[in-house]
């Protein structure tokens, strides 16, 4: 069972017509139209204990900061401001109420500062120890989406990947740098303020959550292009290379649950990128182009000599 193919027979199952759904099935949050320019943004994801995380080497609190972190992503992909969300948990009857109340609390906590009010959820009982997250975001603009990328316009990306992956995994020593990578996978970054620039300028944007080379794969599927990244220019946190030696390009490229966003730039739009970023503080990293001389759908690595190769879709899948 593939994830994706299996996602699109879902859609086909399910999909209907609906003049208020801008955006469905197969984006980072479907987008429905109000009228008047407004629209609501809204997406849903899952933690599973022993999948998504480890309730025994994760603080409650992390869990919860990550659960709400990784929908905010999705919403910020869209170009959007996240406003509601719901927290529903599946848990076994020998759960402590006091690990409930702390994920609640690193859960609030992250709501509080992505301007996120908790409106509702549920609680059942299982067998499993798994949350589910409701967010919604809204936006006055129209939603970036994966599609709409087009050979000339430039990639970027707004912080480091692949340390969430070596912070996650035993490369991650009891040392300064693996503390460093450790906070990284446990305390991901909102970038919301980014998201409100690339809104404003990108032709198309993702979410980067299930690994850099799969998402924007995803991307040069959805806008049918092909995309060509500077190796040499993907930016690593703090630490990274110390802790991952030579893993450190491929965690960077298929490690995951960074939560940064990849956006297409048109050319006609850097300058106005420039001066926003400047003018906010915000730093963001330029890691390649769209191009045209490869089959749409491609995606090349260049090295610092110029040498192309072919970039496998590396990430996380639920069903490999």
């Given at each position: 069972?593939?994830?994706?193919?299996?996602?699109?027979?879902?859609?086909r199952?399910?999909?209907?017509?609906d003049a208020?759904v801008?955006?469905?099935?197969g984006d980072?949050?479907?987008?429905?139209?109000?009228?008047?320019?407004?629209?609501?943004?809204?997406?849903?994801?899952a933690?599973?204990?022993?999948?998504?995380?480890?309730?025994?080497?994760?603080?409650?609190?992390?869990?919860?900061r990550?659960?709400?972190v990784a929908n905010?992503?999705?919403?910020?992909a869209?170009?959007?401001?996240?406003?509601?969300?719901?927290?529903?948990?599946?848990?076994?009857a020998?759960t402590?109420?006091?690990?409930v109340?702390?994920?609640h609390?690193?859960f609030?906590e992250?709501a509080?500062?992505?301007?996120?009010v908790?409106v509702g959820?549920n609680l059942?009982?299982?067998?499993?120890?798994?949350?589910?997250?409701?967010l919604?975001?809204?936006?006055?603009?129209?939603p970036l989406?994966r599609?709409g990328a087009?050979?000339?316009?430039?990639?970027?990306?707004?912080?480091?990947?692949?340390?969430?992956?070596?912070?996650?995994s035993a490369v991650?020593?009891?040392?300064?740098?693996?503390?460093n990578?450790?906070?990284?996978?446990?305390?991901?970054?909102l970038r919301l303020?980014?998201?409100?620039?690339?809104?404003?300028?990108?032709?198309?944007a993702?979410?980067?959550?299930?690994?850099l080379?799969?998402d924007l794969?995803?991307l040069?599927?959805?806008s049918?292009?092909?995309?060509?990244?500077?190796l040499?220019d993907l930016?690593?946190?703090?630490g990274h290379?110390a802790a991952?030696?030579d893993?450190?390009?491929?965690?960077?490229?298929?490690?995951?649950?960074?939560?940064e966003?990849?956006a297409?730039?048109?050319?006609?739009n850097l300058l106005l990128?420039s001066?926003?970023?400047?003018?906010?503080?915000?730093?963001?990293?330029?890691?390649?182009?769209?191009?045209?001389?490869?089959?749409?759908?491609t995606?090349?690595g260049?090295?610092?000599?110029?040498?192309?190769?072919p970039?496998?879709?590396t990430?996380f899948?639920?069903?490999?």
């Amino acid at each position: 069972m593939d994830e994706f193919d299996l996602i699109e027979r879902i859609r086909r199952v399910v999909a209907r017509p609906d003049a208020a759904v801008e955006i469905g099935i197969g984006d980072d949050a479907a987008a429905i139209h109000l009228g008047g320019g407004r629209r609501l943004l809204l997406t849903t994801d899952a933690l599973v204990a022993g999948v998504h995380f480890d309730p025994v080497a994760e603080s409650p609190a992390d869990v919860g900061r990550r659960a709400l972190v990784a929908n905010v992503s999705d919403i910020a992909a869209m170009g959007g401001r996240p406003r509601w969300a719901l927290l529903s948990l599946i848990l076994p009857a020998t759960t402590d109420a006091q690990w409930v109340e702390d994920l609640h609390r690193g859960f609030a906590e992250a709501a509080a500062e992505a301007g996120v009010v908790v409106v509702g959820g549920n609680l059942a009982r299982g067998s499993e120890l798994a949350l589910s997250v409701t967010l919604v975001g809204e936006t006055q603009l129209a939603p970036l989406r994966r599609a709409g990328a087009r050979p000339g316009d430039i990639l970027f990306l707004t912080g480091p990947v692949g340390a969430a992956a070596a912070g996650r995994s035993a490369v991650a020593s009891d040392s300064h740098e693996g503390r460093n990578l450790r906070r990284r996978y446990l305390h991901p970054p909102l970038r919301l303020d980014a998201a409100a620039l690339l809104a404003r300028t990108a032709s198309a944007a993702i979410d980067i959550s299930d690994g850099l080379a799969q998402d924007l794969g995803h991307l040069a599927d959805a806008s049918a292009v092909a995309l060509a990244l500077q190796l040499d220019d993907l930016p690593l946190a703090f630490g990274h290379r110390a802790a991952a030696g030579d893993a450190a390009r491929d965690l960077a490229l298929g490690g995951g649950e960074d939560y940064e966003l990849a956006a297409a730039i048109p050319p006609a739009n850097l300058l106005l990128l420039s001066r926003l970023a400047a003018e906010a503080g915000i730093g963001l990293y330029r890691i390649g182009e769209v191009v045209a001389h490869h089959p749409a759908g491609t995606l090349v690595g260049i090295e610092r000599d110029g040498t192309e190769r072919p970039l496998g879709r590396t990430g996380f899948r639920h069903f490999p």
